[in-house]
């Protein structure tokens, strides 16, 4: 039986592949939140989870907060 043995650029680039592939799967099942304004200067939080389809929009910090923690804790 042969033993592999990994140079360290070898290691490197395995480790950076690893890195970048757990990114773009956290990319698809995180919750995404940003916020937006209307042409009158009114905010809103927009939110979305991607493990469930779930959209919704608040129109206050607390509320958006609020449905995270009901998600994350879910």
């Known amino acids: 039986m042969k033993?592999?043995?990994?140079?360290?650029s070898t290691s490197?680039?395995?480790?950076n592949l690893w890195q970048s592939l757990r990114r773009v799967i956290?990319?698809?099942?995180?919750?995404r939140v940003w916020q937006k304004s209307d042409r009158q200067g009114?905010?809103?939080w927009h939110g979305y989870n991607p493990n469930?389809?779930?959209?919704?929009c608040f129109?206050?910090?607390a509320e958006i907060r609020m449905w995270i923690?009901?998600?994350y804790y879910r």
Request: charged share 25%.
């Open 3 to 8: 033993t592999l043995r990994f140079t360290s």
């Open 12 to 15: 490197q680039y395995l480790s």
């Open 26 to 31: 956290a990319r698809y099942t995180e919750i």
């Open 42 to 44: 009114n905010l809103y």
């Open 52 to 56: 469930n389809g779930d959209y919704v």
């Open 59 to 61: 129109g206050t910090e």
């Open 69 to 71: 923690e009901e998600h």
